[in-house]
């Protein structure tokens, strides 16, 4: 395997391995919390989290891509440009959290009523600065080819979070959503100052002072990078709260059990995507290596994790109890649509190392778009499987879109180009150059 392929490979794994461990630690920290602290708590608690979730990963505004971009043949310029980033990120993610709490302050809710007080409101805008920081920190890691220290902050944000909360349970009497609240954004915290800690160690310097010259002339590349971000991301954090609106309880309870098992399916083609723009951006004959390099491992191993999750969808589905086997056949169409993932998440590559990020961004809002209303009207006509069925054929509507900017990527002669690299951000310095300390 080349180098640059294993590079690929280990910063995918790497992404994924920060996902399943903040998912299953996360799911920890969840049953302490329920164990602890009294029940409406836990829900005033879960519902803030999951509006901090939202905006922290809209409140990134494409800074973290845009940082894997400029990683091209500028890493004696990083530094300055990421603390500028930063800076960016954690007020106007502040801003967007302050706004957005306005607004459900006016609608009476569960929500509302677990952001009636102070403590809520200011531990939700904390969450979502840091942790809309934490997430642009963790790309740019990878653009540097630093995923072992992603992965490092996010088992500290994982682990002391949860430890945390434990420690608060043994320490008060009464456990309330402030202290579940709090753990959480102390964690971030924590997994921040362990990533300075651990460059350090590594020989990086750390503690640029942030200059906003460093971000002049990216203002409209960082908005595209946002555009396809955010429809990369919506139709994941979008369909289970619309699902909520048209499924009954119980029904809705079967299809987001198995939309967190499709999820993990669908994260292997999503953070391979990240990984191959990461290693390839800006150089057309790095894209189509990787390419075929991952092509051969999400149509291999990933086609034969996808049979094994549809086709015993009910054995998955049991797992939760027998009321959710009703889901079993939406699994089963979830998990077929992984093959429309795969050429939606190698588009996303293609179309980013080429850098045609416009176009790109129309195209994905329409797919966005398409699969929202296809998952809302499957659901309201025939259910959980209904929903699952209209979000998988609206991914697969522009599957000839996809398929047509991979087959093009693909079929480029790239021998005869030779050393010749698209013009992109910074300089024409090979992705293998890029290991210099910044």
């Not at 998990?335 to 994905?364: H, N, Q, S, T, W």
């Not at 209303?373 to 499987?385: C, D, F, P, R, T």
């Not at 979000?391 to 010749?420: F, N």
């Amino acid at each position: 395997m080349s180098s640059g392929n294993r590079r690929m490979f280990d910063s995918a794994a790497s992404l994924v391995a920060s996902t399943v461990v903040t998912s299953g630690l996360g799911f920890l920290y969840w049953v302490l919390a329920a164990r602890v602290a009294p029940v409406e708590q836990v829900a005033a608690a879960t519902a803030i989290v999951s509006a901090m979730t939202l905006l922290l990963n809209v409140g990134q505004f494409g800074f973290g891509t845009m940082l894997i971009a400029e990683g091209t043949g500028r890493v004696r310029r990083m530094g300055p440009l990421i603390a500028a980033s930063l800076l960016v990120v954690v007020f106007a993610s502040s801003a967007l959290t302050v706004v957005f709490v306005v607004v459900v302050r006016m609608v009476d809710s569960t929500l509302a009523r677990s952001l009636a007080g102070w403590p809520a409101v200011l531990a939700l805008i904390a969450g979502v600065a840091l942790g809309a920081a934490a997430l642009v920190l963790d790309q740019a890691l990878i653009g540097l080819s630093l995923s072992p220290v992603q992965l490092y902050r996010n088992v500290v944000f994982a682990t002391s979070k949860l430890v945390l909360c434990w420690g608060a349970a043994m320490a008060v009497e009464l456990v309330t959503a402030g202290t579940i609240l709090w753990a959480w954004v102390a964690g971030s915290a924590l997994s921040l100052v362990a990533v300075l800690v651990d460059l350090r160690r590594r020989g990086r310097r750390v503690g640029f002072v942030p200059r906003p010259s460093a971000l002049s002339g990216l203002g409209v590349r960082t908005a595209d990078h946002n555009t396809v971000n955010l429809a990369q991301m919506l139709p994941r954090l979008g369909l289970p709260l619309l699902a909520a609106l048209v499924l009954a309880e119980t029904d809705y309870a079967a299809f987001f059990a198995a939309w967190m098992i499709a999820s993990f399916l669908y994260m292997v083609p999503t953070h391979l995507s990240t990984a191959m723009f990461a290693i390839a951006v800006g150089d057309r004959t790095a894209l189509v290596a990787r390419l075929r390099a991952g092509l051969v491992v999400l149509l291999g191993p990933g086609v034969l994790g996808a049979l094994v999750i549809g086709g015993f969808a009910s054995t998955w589905m049991g797992i939760f109890g027998s009321d959710y086997t009703i889901a079993a056949t939406g699994l089963a169409v979830l998990a077929a649509g992984y093959l429309p993932c795969v050429l939606k998440e190698l588009y996303i590559a293609v179309e980013r190392v080429e850098g045609r990020l416009r176009v790109a961004g129309f195209v994905l809002i329409g797919t966005a778009v398409v699969e929202l209303v296809g998952g809302v009207v499957g659901g309201m006509v025939a259910g959980v499987q209904g929903a699952a069925i209209g979000y998988v054929l609206g991914t697969c509507v522009l599957c000839p879109v996809y398929l047509r900017s991979i087959g093009k990527a693909l079929a480029a002669d790239h021998q005869a180009q030779g050393d010749r690299r698209l013009p992109g951000p910074g300089s024409t310095t090979s992705r293998e150059g890029r290991m210099a300390t910044w």
